[in-house]
């Protein structure tokens, strides 16, 4: 008699010994079907029995003689591997065909998902998303968004670029500003609170204008925002980074007179900096990491960091920590997204950073390579975040691949928000052409970044 044990697997149901299914194609070179080979394996669990033994096998189809299209005193014992396309495992769904016997060598781990500790997870509740959780705007759209949870109030800042619908480049981000919002609950109620961190005057490094905010509290409550600036409005080259501080999320912010990144250092050459990210960790320790990208002065483009321990007064010398050397067969381009992650790591915590440049430009995650390490980094075994809206211009699509992760108050990542076209249309006066306004939407996760 014939055991069946089922489990849920890729999309449907799979178990050790099935009848009347077949694994269609994944057929491993010389395990019997590809190419098909008189099989020694006459009965479905001799079949089971190769695939078990065979460290390459994940599942296998077994079709008994007299089932095969051209009768045959010979069956077939097809072994098979889940395989992988654009580097995302695939598994298939087993399908029906009478008379034929299948099976998963190991139920459990027959997914899609990813395995192992180099893997980088999270599911979103689509259903949460609405009007109320969503960022009001008022004749401009919101791009990057970057949280923080102040602890002496409890509340959610977020930390955006503002890009007018009058600025001649819109929709791209050049001359755009640095505005806040507030939620009491990080969900609903989004208050927008004006502008905190402008351009600089004509002429000065950061007068073409401010975007890419990091934000991070100290441990005195110091609110400490990290900006990408350029000093020609028109965007190009020899971009910097600045912080400016505050005694509260909503200011008043002072920017420091010396750049985190010179634009005629680090970002200097051909290169520019973008992009920032800013994490706040124990020890009174206040990360920032940002892009550098478009040939960058010797090591070249990638992701940089330095660290502060005095709220921003003093950092750490620049130390690059992603880039396609430093991890080799991945393309590190701009810092889109990032936090500390509580779930990372078997719950021992790593710092995670998301950034552009997987295939077809793709979102891929790069995290510590061992608990709250924030240096050195390894790429997720996935090269893609498969988990966001649709992609295209239209009302309710992903727009620009903004992501940002949103803590609670002890820090755990359980909400996520993505930057949506709203269908609003607007005049690009750059680009002569209609365009789209955009703002970002939160969604509660059903599980948390693991």
């Not at 027959?110 to 109320?132: A, K, L, M």
């Not at 100290?218 to 028109?234: C, L, R």
């Not at 975040?385 to 295209?392: A, N, R, V």
Request: hydrophobic letters at 35%.
């Amino acid at each position: 008699m014939l055991g069946i044990v089922l489990v849920t697997g890729a999309t449907a149901i799979v178990g050790r010994m099935m009848n009347n299914t077949n694994f269609p194609s994944h057929n491993l070179p010389g395990g019997g079907c590809d190419p098909v080979v008189t099989s020694k394996f006459r009965t479905p669990e001799a079949c089971q029995l190769a695939c078990d033994g065979d460290s390459a096998c994940d599942m296998w189809t077994f079709v008994p003689a007299n089932q095969r299209s051209e009768p045959s005193p010979s069956p077939w014992c097809c072994l098979k591997a889940c395989g992988s396309v654009s580097g995302v495992r695939d598994c298939p769904d087993p399908e029906a065909e009478e008379g034929v016997f299948s099976g998963a060598k190991s139920p459990a781990n027959y997914s899609n998902d990813c395995q192992g500790p180099t893997c980088f997870d999270f599911t979103v509740d689509w259903d949460s998303g609405s009007i109320e959780t969503t960022f009001p705007t008022f004749n401009f759209s919101v791009r990057k968004i970057e949280f923080i949870v102040y602890p002496p109030d409890g509340k959610t800042y977020a930390y955006v670029d503002i890009v007018n619908f009058t600025d001649f480049y819109y929709p791209d981000s050049y001359s755009s500003e640095i505005g806040v919002y507030s939620s009491s609950n990080g969900r609903t109620g989004w208050a927008f609170h004006g502008i905190v961190i402008p351009r600089g005057p004509v002429g000065a490094w950061d007068g073409g204008g401010v975007a890419s905010p990091g934000a991070a509290v100290a441990e005195d409550g110091t609110v400490i925002v990290g900006y990408a600036a350029e000093k020609d409005p028109a965007g190009g080259i020899n971009r910097g980074i600045g912080v400016a501080t505050a005694p509260h999320p909503l200011g008043p912010f002072t920017k420091s007179p010396v750049q985190v990144a010179s634009p005629t250092g680090v970002c200097g050459g051909s290169g520019r900096c973008d992009d920032v990210i800013m994490q706040s960790r124990p020890g009174g320790e206040v990360h920032i990491y940002h892009s550098v990208k478009g040939g960058a002065p010797p090591p070249g483009d990638g992701i940089r960091h330095r660290v502060t321990t005095d709220k921003g007064k003093t950092w750490s010398e620049s130390e690059l920590v992603l880039s396609s050397t430093l991890q080799p067969g991945t393309n590190p381009a701009e810092t889109i997204a990032g936090k500390f992650m509580p779930g990372m790591l078997g719950g021992q915590g790593a710092m995670v950073l998301i950034l552009d440049g997987g295939p077809g430009d793709a979102l891929h995650a790069y995290f510590s390579k061992t608990p709250g390490d924030m240096v050195n980094f390894g790429a997720a075994q996935q090269p893609i975040i498969s988990q966001h809206p649709p992609e295209g211009m239209a009302k309710g699509l992903w727009a620009n691949k903004q992501i940002g992760f949103i803590p609670d108050a002890s820090g755990a990542i359980d909400a996520v928000a993505y930057t949506l076209y709203t269908g609003m249309s607007v005049y690009s006066q750059h680009h002569k052409t209609m365009d789209m306004g955009y703002t970002p939407t939160v969604y509660n996760l059903t599980t948390t970044p693991h």
